[in-house]
């Protein structure tokens, strides 16, 4: 029985695999270096897949893969229908709400805070929780720039170590959660295929433990 | 000009998928027919509040609406069971014991263009009203079996639940309605760092919190029902396990008891769903064929109080997997 796996392009990939390994799964077969996407090991029945983050969870969701690795933040913009079973812990970073340090005070005002972001559906919740009407503006990269050249108000993105903030002018002003890897798993998987997955399950919980 | 188009979301079934899709559709309409659920049809178009009001009730946002003459808001039908409950309490209140299956189109309006789901799903279904008990929830389970078998579906496998084991729990916690909800969506995703995040913020710790953070992994064979009893004296969830050991001791009498797994975490659709609850899937799919289960407060919003179990199959789902396993003509696994 084929498992199939689905892995952030890029540094999730790496620690994914590194996770892997320490559960006993031969990861020789995957060369991160190539510039193929997709990895086969028939002795082991494994085959890994290397996408775009935000594709993840499309391919877990419509069981082309069983599970995959993926940031929260991706998980909370698309709120696909997955089991998200486990915290990997690394990749950590927090969703916050970020904008200019010095603000200049200015008399007329925008009805609709501007809010430059690659998560539109995570803004829209967040600020609808508190009522506040918010006019998105949806990037796709450079978030930072938006209150800089008057494009937004603030940002709402990913922040790791604040550096790029900070060389931006800017700081946050909010966080509003946590996010870090996801083991997330097929809803249809995890059953039909329980006997690879629920042992991989219980091998990487106790390698989380140590 | 749209002349030569058709919407998003929708689609033109040719010869050879339409002649497949009607022999599945006639295929399973027979068996339904064989176990004495009679056929009935409705309208696709119906007032809105069929379908918007207490449990269950659809968000306006997920229905296709249009007007009638008179203002009045009306909907391309959204589900069929609401329909059948309709039924049972008005023009088929005489019937005290009613069989109903159909065969017919639902609508869902997706605002994502990024959409698993089509717009316009045929389904196929029976609904099983005016009886009570782990005998009919397993009539309605063999039902469900068989009509997959008889599509030629090989390596299905049904999923058991019991939405009464959930509630229970959060009864003893005192939740309230909102905070349920807020768990019941993570144990859905088998979340078990979100629902302890609500539970710590709720104040619920010790033994209780351990119990309902067991939820997402209370799934795989009947020793799942074993451990749950081993640790839940909580009535309202000894009574759920007792019903769902009834359900299985039926369909084992009925030789059917093999593709059967547990999952004690299955809480989708919570509100509308009384007590068991069950999915049809198969390892040729990664979303479910079918979904079913007791409803017993449905029919009363219709103004019949009267118990009712059932459920729907996608028939395009169940035609995919049966592509897919290279038996699309229908023969018997």
Redesign the interface.
């Known amino acids: 029985m084929m498992l199939n796996i689905a892995l952030s392009k890029g540094r999730l990939a790496k620690k994914a695999l590194g996770l892997f390994e320490k559960c006993g799964v031969d990861i020789s077969f995957v060369d991160m270096d190539s510039r193929k996407l997709i990895f086969e090991d028939a002795k082991q029945q494994l085959r890994i897949i290397l996408v775009k983050p935000s594709d993840v969870p499309?391919y877990v969701?419509?069981?082309?893969s069983d599970i995959g690795v993926v940031g929260k933040d991706t998980l909370m913009e698309q709120n696909k229908?997955?089991?998200?079973?486990l915290?990997l812990g690394f990749g950590a970073c927090r969703l916050c709400i970020a904008g200019p340090v010095n603000k200049p005070q200015s008399a007329i005002t925008n009805a609709n805070l501007r809010v430059a972001t690659k998560y539109p559906n995570v803004a829209r919740s967040f600020y609808s929780s508190r009522n506040q009407a918010i006019d998105i503006i949806k990037m796709n990269g450079s978030v930072e720039l938006g209150p800089l050249v008057g494009l937004s108000d603030v940002i709402l993105d990913i922040v790791e170590s604040g550096a790029t903030l900070k060389e931006n002018g800017l700081a946050v002003q909010e966080e509003i959660c946590d996010s870090s890897a996801r083991l997330v798993?097929?809803?249809?998987?995890?059953?039909?295929?329980?006997e690879r997955i629920t042992p991989l399950l219980e091998m990487i919980r106790k390698a989380l433990e140590v | 000009m749209r002349k030569k188009i058709i919407p998003y979301g929708v689609q033109d079934y040719l010869p050879i998928e339409c002649a497949h899709k009607n022999q599945l559709e006639q295929t399973i309409l027979a068996l339904f027919d064989d176990n004495n659920y009679q056929r009935v049809e409705t309208p696709i178009l119906e007032y809105m509040d069929v379908f918007s009001t207490g449990a269950g009730a659809f968000p306006q946002e997920s229905m296709f609406k249009l007007s009638d003459n008179k203002g009045r808001l009306l909907v391309l039908r959204p589900d069929m069971t609401m329909p059948m409950a309709r039924l049972a309490a008005t023009k088929l209140k005489d019937q005290e014991t009613l069989r109903l299956c159909y065969c017919g189109d639902i609508f869902h309006f997706f605002e994502s263009e990024d959409s698993a789901n089509l717009k316009q799903v045929t389904q196929l279904g029976v609904e099983l009203m005016g009886v009570n008990g782990a005998k009919s929830d397993a009539e309605v389970v063999s039902l469900a079996i068989n009509a997959l078998k008889k599509a030629g579906l090989q390596s299905l496998q049904i999923e058991l639940g019991q939405v009464e084991f959930f509630k229970g729990l959060i009864e003893e916690a005192g939740l309230n309605e909102e905070e349920g909800e807020a768990i019941r969506h993570r144990v859905e995703q088998k979340d078990t760092l979100a629902i302890e995040l609500v539970l710590q913020k709720n104040g619920i710790s010790g033994a209780l919190k351990n119990k309902i953070m067991e939820l997402p992994v209370l799934y795989g064979g009947r020793e799942v029902l074993e451990t749950a009893r081993s640790y839940s004296d909580n009535p309202r969830c000894i009574k759920a396990i007792k019903n769902l050991e009834s359900i299985i001791a039926e369909l084992d009498a009925m030789g059917l008891s093999d593709c059967i797994s547990i999952d004690l975490g299955l809480v989708q659709s919570v509100h509308y769903y009384t007590g068991m609850v069950f999915k049809g899937i198969s390892d040729k799919l990664g979303y479910p064929i079918l979904t079913g289960g007791r409803y017993d407060d449905l029919v009363k919003q219709y103004g019949r109080d009267i118990p009712a179990t059932g459920f729907a199959m996608g028939v395009k789902p169940l035609l995919i997997a049966l592509e897919r396993q290279g038996n699309l003509g229908g023969e018997e696994a």
């Open positions: 499309t969701e419509r069981g082309v229908r997955l089991y998200e079973m915290d798993v097929n809803k249809v998987s995890l059953k039909t295929k329980a």
